[in-house]
T-cell receptor
C-alpha cells in the first residue's frame, strides 16, 4: 500500500535540476511532499489535491496526475540546502490512512 | 508554542520488555499517526487515529498497541511480540485528512 518513489537516490551539483516521482497503486485524493534532513522530523513542502493541479514553492514545484495516480516533484537550480530525503504522502480518501512513499535521497554537492 | 512532542529522544530496552513511546500535541488536531522508519524503507504506517477512543491499524501494526484516551495524546507501546523493534519512530498529527501533517522529532528505540 506504500507509494513507490523513484529514483531511490540522486546526486546533483549545485544548479542542476531533478525530478522525483511518486506512484500509487490506488486512486489518490491528495498528495503531500515532505523533506527530511538526517536525524530530524520531516518538514512539509506542499499539498496537491485531485484535479491535476500543479503547485510551486520557490524553485520547488510539483504536479499531480490523478489519472496516472502519480505525482512528480521538480527541483530546479538546486542548492546545497535541498539535500535530504524527500517523501510523498498519499491519501486515498479524505480522512483515510495517510501513507508515505519509500523516499528519495537527494544530495547536492558544490 | 504549538507543536507535537515525542519523548524520550533515545530509548534503550532489553529484548522481551514492553516499552511505551510518548506523543503529545497541543495543536488541537483530530488525527494522529505513528510511523516506523528504517533505512531504505521510508515511513511505514503503524497505527492512526482520527478521533478520541478510536484507532485503526496501518500496514505494520503487529507487535504494537496504541490508545487514544485524550485528543492530545497518542502513546505507542512496542510489545515483546514485535520481532525487530529497533527503529526510528515518528509521530504525526493533522487537523483532518487533506491537510499538512506535523511531525514530532522522533524516538530512536534500540533493543539489546
Amino acid at each position: 500500500q506504500q507509494p513507490v518513489q523513484s529514483p531511490q537516490a540522486v546526486i546533483l551539483r549545485e544548479g542542476e535540476d531533478a525530478v522525483i516521482n511518486c506512484s500509487s497503486s490506488k486512486a489518490l485524493y491528495s498528495v503531500h511532499w515532505y523533506r527530511q534532513k538526517h536525524g530530524e522530523a520531516p518538514v512539509f513542502l506542499m499539498i496537491l489535491l485531485k484535479g491535476g493541479e500543479q503547485k510551486g514553492h520557490e524553485k520547488i514545484s510539483a504536479s499531480f496526475n490523478e489519472k496516472k495516480q502519480q505525482s512528480s516533484l521538480y527541483l530546479t537550480a538546486s542548492q546545497l540546502s535541498y539535500s535530504g530525503t524527500y517523501f510523498c504522502g498519499t491519501e486515498w480518501n479524505t480522512g483515510n490512512q495517510f501513507y508515505f512513499g519509500t523516499g528519495t535521497s537527494l544530495t547536492v554537492i558544490p | 508554542d504549538g507543536g507535537i512532542t515525542q519523548s524520550p529522544k533515545y530509548l534503550f530496552r532489553k529484548e522481551g520488555q514492553n516499552v511505551t513511546l510518548s506523543c503529545e500535541q497541543n495543536l488541537n488536531h483530530d488525527a494522529m499517526y505513528w510511523y516506523r522508519q528504517d533505512p531504505g524503507q521510508g515511513l511505514r504506517l503503524i497505527y492512526y487515529s482520527q478521533i478520541v477512543n478510536d484507532f485503526q491499524k496501518g500496514d505494520i501494526a503487529e507487535g504494537y498497541s496504541v490508545s487514544r484516551e485524550k485528543k492530545e495524546s497518542f502513546p505507542l507501546t512496542v510489545t515483546s511480540a514485535q520481532k525487530n523493534p529497533t527503529a526510528f519512530y515518528l509521530c504525526a498529527s493533522s487537523i483532518a485528512g487533506n491537510t499538512e501533517a506535523f511531525f514530532g522529532q522522533g524516538t530512536r528505540l534500540t533493543v539489546v
